[in-house]
């Protein structure tokens, strides 16, 4: 009797351990064959870098520079009204056409398209384009 109430309380501790660690992962956005973001992008912590190291160089996406103007203050409302993303449908936004080559000039110039660049963008503008 004694081994069989250890039993049945091990194998409950077994279930609650497996509910409770299966539930923790936050969701999964596959985004091409191999790569997935599993977190939440941030416009400013993810986003921006790569604008400020790719794309809001020097002539290029900057103040007077090529529309849309990527500098680190003036992204998200570029963006914005420039109606260069779609939120929640990143394969119809303008910006990942650009990102993946299907529309030209291919971004960013000289070093397109980018697996890792492409991820993060795609999945910010998938998980609803926040100005986060």
Same mark, same amino acid.
Request: charged share 15%; net charge positive.
């Given at each position: $009797?004694?081994?069989?109430?250890?039993?049945? +309380?091990?194998?409950?501790?077994?279930i609650i351990m497996l509910v409770t660690t299966g539930c923790y992962k936050t969701d999964t956005l596959v985004v091409n064959p191999g790569s997935s973001i599993t977190t939440t992008v941030s416009f400013a912590k993810d986003v921006v870098?790569? /604008?400020?190291?790719?794309?809001? +160089?020097s002539s290029c996406h900057v103040s007077g520079g090529k529309a849309p103007n990527l500098t680190a203050d003036k992204a /998200?409302?570029? +963006?914005?009204?420039?109606a260069? /993303?779609?939120?929640?449908?990143?394969?119809?936004?303008?910006? $990942?056409l650009w990102l993946t080559g299907k529309k030209s000039p291919a971004m960013? +110039?000289?070093?397109?398209?980018?697996?890792?660049?492409?991820?993060?963008?795609?999945a910010w503008i998938k998980q609803g384009a926040q100005n986060n």
């Open positions: $009797m004694y081994k069989k109430k250890i039993a049945i +309380l091990a194998g409950f501790v077994a870098p790569i /604008f400020s190291n790719s794309c809001a +160089l /998200f409302k570029s +963006l914005t009204d420039g260069y /993303f779609k939120a929640n449908d990143p394969d119809n936004s303008v910006i $990942m960013p +110039l000289g070093n397109a398209p980018n697996a890792t660049i492409n991820a993060k963008i795609y």
